[in-house]
């Protein structure tokens, strides 16, 4: 069975332009968490989606959005990106959005701010 | 507010020896504690998972870990450490929304020869 899959691998933007991210979940999982990782330090979260609703928001700004779609994939958007956007974005899926359903991770997209 | 906190930065095992990483939480009820690991490159795999009963888990890769509630702790261990043990190994607490996991700064496992 596919794993979550995550595009681009890799991407670079200049301060100030958008980016988005997109992840499929495993098929099946109904839930889809984004987290934020930079380098050196462990995972931030930032959103949690389950059934196209927003379950859940990090401690960070109004730049970040995301969306769940019908299919339960999802997107991470970013505006105005800063030097300090740049880092690791994980996607996580999960059969439902509860803390006994465990997070399957992709292997994530790396963006480089300059 | 939860918080995880993982002691050792960077840990070198000899190959064939035992590991122990060590993990401390901080939540008011009973958490929910997991341990994952990273390869360089990689997303985050899941090695093994707290939630309820027998304070000792197995996991994944040989590895165990032991929830202490009177110590606030989820260490992980190993008794012989492989060269493709080396890795990145995270842990994490469930927030108490069951939103989100929350993270430790992660402990980088060197494996010698």
Known sequence: DAGVTQSPTHLIKTRGQHVTLRCSPISGHKSVSWY?????QGPQFIFQYYEKE?????????RFSARQFPNYSSELNVNALLLGDSALYLCASSLEATSNSPLHFGNGTRLTVT | AQSVTQPDIHITVSEGASLELRCNYSYGATPYLFWYVQSPGQGLQLLLKYFSGDTLVQGIKGFEAEFKR?????NLRKPSVHWSDAAEYFCA???????ALIFGKGTTLSVSS
Do not use: H, K, W
């Not at chain 1, 934020?36 to 050196?40: D, F, R, S, T, Y």
């Open chain 2, 70 to 74: 009177s110590q606030s702790s989820f």
């Open chain 1, 36 to 40: 934020q990782q930079v380098l050196g």
């Open chain 2, 93 to 99: 607490v469930a927030n108490q929304a069951g939103t």
């Open chain 1, 54 to 62: 927003e379950r859940g928001r990090g401690n960070f700004p109004d």
